[in-house]
């Protein structure tokens, strides 16, 4: 059982270039996460999902769309990306409402030019 | 708002206490969490506690809860070079999702 995988593990952009981030789980959760994590700021939130079809923003959803067309599945696109969105990029998943733990995959990180 | 505090670094001896330190200002949160990053690494659960909870044993763990002062500590016992790692406070809200709000990660460096 792999949990949750992320790809790519790392990746150099050049700013106004579109870039989906893939996050994929096997653990049949409802609900899926993606985080940015910033030096000093700790982990933010950027957009979620409870359910397969369903998505809501976060925290910081400016400059990211996410789609949820299957359980398993809960990719990150950066439509233009720019310099302020290099950062790590974590996927999380949880059982959903009931669940109390979110499990993270390894993260990508992201370097915009 | 909610709001998560720790102090960015702690340094200890090997074979000695770590106490790692939190404050929050939301008292709404349903649970708290301690999460460990290793370099390169997602994060990790190590342990949580649920609010109406004052404290949580596991193994060398142990977590504090003072919720008259908004206060979360991690107790690491017998800290060893493996602890070596930042660790993220988290509270959870349930609502129409389950929030997690981190502080910033606290870096603890154990040396021999």
């Known amino acids: 059982i792999a949990g949750i995988t992320q790809a790519p593990t790392s990746q150099i952009l050049a700013a106004g270039r579109r870039m989906t981030l893939r996050c994929t789980q096997d653990?049949?959760?409802?609900?899926m996460y993606w985080y940015r994590q910033d030096l000093g700021l700790g982990l933010r939130l950027i957009h979620y999902?409870?359910?397969?079809?369903?998505?809501g923003k976060g925290e910081v959803p400016d400059g990211y769309s996410v789609s949820r067309a299957n359980t398993d599945d809960f990719p990150l696109t950066l439509a233009s990306a720019v310099p302020s969105q290099t950062s790590v990029y974590f996927c999380?998943?949880?059982?959903?409402?009931?669940?109390?733990?979110?499990?993270f995959g390894p993260g990508t990180r992201l370097t915009v030019l | 708002g909610e709001d998560v505090e720790q102090s960015l670094f702690l340094s200890v001896r090997e074979g000695d206490s770590s106490v790692i330190n939190c404050t929050y200002t939301?008292?709404?949160?349903?649970?708290l969490y301690w999460y460990k990053q290793e370099p390169g690494a997602g994060l990790q659960l190590l342990t949580y506690?649920?609010?109406?909870?004052d404290m949580k044993q596991d193994q060398r763990l142990t977590v504090l809860l003072n919720k008259k002062d908004k206060h979360l500590s991690l107790r690491i016992a017998d800290t060893q070079t493996g602890d070596s790692a930042i660790y993220f406070c988290?509270?959870?809200?349930?609502?129409?999702?389950?929030?997690?709000?981190f502080g910033a990660g606290t870096r603890l460096a154990v040396h021999p």
């Open positions: 506690i649920f609010s109406n909870m």
């Open positions: 939301d008292s709404s949160s349903t649970y």
């Open positions: 999380a998943s949880s059982e959903g409402l009931a669940g109390n733990e979110q499990f």
């Open positions: 653990m049949r959760h409802n609900a």
């Open positions: 999902s409870n359910t397969a079809g369903t998505t």
């Open positions: 988290a509270e959870m809200f349930s609502g129409g999702y389950n929030k997690l709000i």
